[in-house]
């Protein structure tokens, strides 16, 4: 009889685990709940992978884990969050020639579908930014300050409000941005234990030595991508888009009273701004009919979830589309008082909670269901 397994792929944050925080640790708990009520069986496996290395670099990862993991004859099912949904596409794209030379299609054949959370399909203009001076150290601090509000909660807020300083001064390529990257940099790292700076440290060295993905995300190279990397017969492909509340100014007036919210918002707000650069893809009547379910109106070419334009998230069947943030669709969300607890990634005031979380991933299973049996 064979096995279902389901790969959970990291995206541009690619931690997988680090001390008690889990990437997908949420998606995780669900799923064992959602299986188990329609009596399904399937192995959930978390795929290690390369932060911020190139596309077949991080296929090949996704490669190893499949051929550890399952047999011949098993099902396997792939579900990638931002890039990780470009990883999942380009190992099953037919005639892949990975780096080792490791044999291909052996693997892919056991692929039934291939579902894509936030991905970047058709490239982000974030990407350009981050790949440049400007933008390299703003990733490295990004990553710290995401990877310690997921686990804690809050930053403090003198260092949130600087963060947001660092980031509108880089956007302006104003001088002194660097200097401050660094300072806040030290003092968020200092606030940790030898252990867990240890951790930390080795996964942000590996972001801020290998960039090359990043070029690899602009639209242009993605033109690219799109056109050498086929779908395979046979396999279903599905996606699940997001777009975030568009940020409006008299947000920033309304949450005077409360600094930390106006800190976050802001640096959001900055993200936003860069993502928002996209340009629009046409919208086919299927997909504007799920699109028009959730939202009043179709997406404009500038939303976006924080990091990716929201046309760019469309590939295959769209099983739906969800007000939400980058990390919203996995769990991370404000619900401090859930259990485990839920933590923001940034404040983007999209409203993202569990029932919206939960009717996502039902979708999803909804999806999966018929390739699984």
Not at 35 to 41: P, T, V
Not at 78 to 105: F, K, M, Q, W, Y
Not at 245 to 269: C, E, G, N, W
């Amino acid at each position: 009889m064979p096995d279902n397994h389901l790969f959970l792929i990291p995206g541009f944050f690619g931690f997988t685990n680090l001390g008690e925080l889990t990437y997908f640790g949420h998606v995780q708990r669900l799923l064992r709940t959602q299986l188990k009520a329609r009596g399904l069986s399937a192995q959930i496996h978390v795929v290690a992978t390369l932060p911020t290395a190139t596309l077949p670099l991080r296929a090949q990862a996704l490669h190893k884990a499949i051929s550890e993991r399952s047999r011949e004859g098993d099902r396997v099912h792939l579900i990638g969050h931002s890039t990780g949904g470009l990883d999942a596409r380009l190992l099953v794209s037919p005639n892949l020639v990975l780096p080792s030379g490791a044999a291909v299609e052996d693997i892919a054949a056991r692929v039934q579908s291939v579902l894509t959370l936030t991905t970047p399909h058709h490239g982000t203009p974030s990407a350009a930014f981050l790949s440049s001076v400007q933008g390299k150290p703003i990733l490295k601090l990004l990553s710290l300050m995401t990877l310690l509000t997921l686990r804690q909660g809050r930053l403090p807020l003198r260092v949130l409000l600087k963060a947001g300083e660092c980031v509108a001064r880089a956007r302006e390529r104003a001088t002194g941005s660097l200097e401050l990257v660094d300072e806040l940099y030290g003092t968020l790292l200092g606030q940790l234990s030898a252990d867990r700076r240890q951790g930390l440290e080795q996964f942000l060295r590996e972001v801020s030595e290998d960039q090359s993905l990043l070029t690899q995300l602009t639209p242009d190279a993605m033109e690219l991508f799109n056109a050498t990397t086929p779908d395979r017969a046979g396999v279903a492909y599905g996606s699940v888009v997001a777009r975030a509340r568009r940020p409006m100014k008299r947000d920033l007036a309304l949450a005077v009273p409360r600094p930390y919210r106006t800190a976050s918002q802001a640096i959001f707000r900055g993200f936003y701004a860069l993502a928002a650069r996209g340009e629009a893809q046409d919208i086919k009547p299927p997909v504007a009919s799920v699109m028009l379910k959730q939202w009043a109106d179709l997406p404009r070419a500038q939303d976006n979830d924080g990091m990716v334009p929201t046309h760019s998230q469309v590939w295959g069947q769209v099983l739906r589309a969800v007000t939400a943030d980058h990390l919203d669709v996995l769990g991370h969300y404000a619900d401090p008082q859930g259990e485990p607890p839920h933590y923001d990634w940034l404040i983007s005031g999209s409203g993202f909670r569990q029932d919206h979380f939960v009717a996502l991933w039902e979708d999803a299973l909804s999806f999966l269901h018929p390739q699984m049996t």
